[in-house]
């Protein structure tokens, strides 16, 4: 019986120095751990030479660059949607100011033009066009009045002269 007492009492004493062994091999593990787990963070934060920078201040950067792209290329969306709406609100206002000014200084040509919607569009989308000496030349063709031209007879067209045929 002093036997299974003694391999019971020795049993237990290899059990706890075992368990001791294994939780300093553990803790030793532990602080190797700890201390690679650092250095790779600090190498990570801190900067390896005096001209290279750190790996985090170049995610940083890159992240940075990207954000004030995103934001160059929204603000540039804005102001260009706004110069075009301007842009159209100034091309409107240039066409209805063509358009007055043609049916006001010229009813039948502004006339003639409704009846000729591509012409018209055209001549709205380029008011200029209106300067143009072909342009004037019609102008003045449809605006001014009929001259009399004299007959045969040394009548006008316009006399009551009836030959039959105009």
Known sequence: MVN?????????????????????????????????????????????GPERPSEFSQVTAAISQQFAASIVSSLKGSFMGMQSVDSRNVQR??????????????????????QFPAVKRRIMKNPELLQT???????????RPAEPRPDDNNHTNNESSFKGVY
């Open 133 to 143: 000496p072909q342009v004037q030349a019609l102008i003045s063709r449809f605006t």
């Open 93 to 114: 206002l240039e066409n209805d100011l063509a358009n007055d000014m043609l049916q006001m200084n010229h009813p039948l040509v502004a006339t003639l033009l409704d």
């Open 4 to 48: 299974i007492v003694l391999t019971a009492v020795l049993t237990a004493v290899m059990v706890g120095i075992i368990s001791l062994a294994v939780v300093f091999f553990m803790i030793r593990l532990y602080r190797q751990e700890k201390i690679r787990f650092l250095q790779s963070i600090r190498a990570y934060f801190e900067s390896p």
